[in-house]
């Protein structure tokens, strides 16, 4: 017993170390290479290009796959807790635990959340940028303007003016913040 003993004390030591050498080396990783261990490790692509972010989110997935994750206790308490976050964030935590095969009769497609920002499918946004009119329909999946479809408010923002502008600002949906303002006038 004593010999089984020492064989698991080993294997998890070597767990460990195997954890470590893997966390040391993200350390070196480009921002490509990092996106790369991304793919592997949550078995999806990334869009973030934040070196920070993804040495952070790689290094959390190869500890919880090697050590476990979270607790029972503390998966119920999330559970618990969830019905006071965004209905977003429970769909995600939803599919990554339980992921379904494909052709399951159940596995149809969960549209995501409409901003609630966003005025009813058919509203006609109108604004006015150098004395030109810019007219866009709102859509249950996006925008079109000038007879074609848009995903991004602040893309078509940017494609009139030139410049980035926050699409809800740009498209009167949103005010600036006070604080925003007092910073602005300073």
Known sequence: MATRKHKNTRR????????????????????????????EVFDEPTRS?????????????????AEGGLSEQALASIDELAEDVPVRWRQRRGQASAPTSKGDATDAEVPEPRDPRLPPAGTVLTRAYKGVEHKLTVLDDGFEYR????????????????????????????????????????
């Open 49 to 65: 290009r934040n070196k920070d972010w993804l040495f952070k989110k790689v290094a959390w997935r190869i500890q919880e796959l």
């Open 12 to 39: 998890t030591r070597e767990g460990v170390a195997d954890v470590t050498e893997q966390l040391a080396a993200l350390r070196s990783m480009t921002v490509a290479q990092l996106r790369e261990r991304y793919l």
């Open 147 to 186: 007879g074609e479809r848009h995903a991004s408010l602040s893309k078509l923002a940017k494609d009139i003016t030139g410049t980035n502008w926050n699409g809800f600002l740009f498209w009167g949906l949103q005010r600036r913040s006070r604080s925003s303002e007092g910073r602005k006038g300073a």
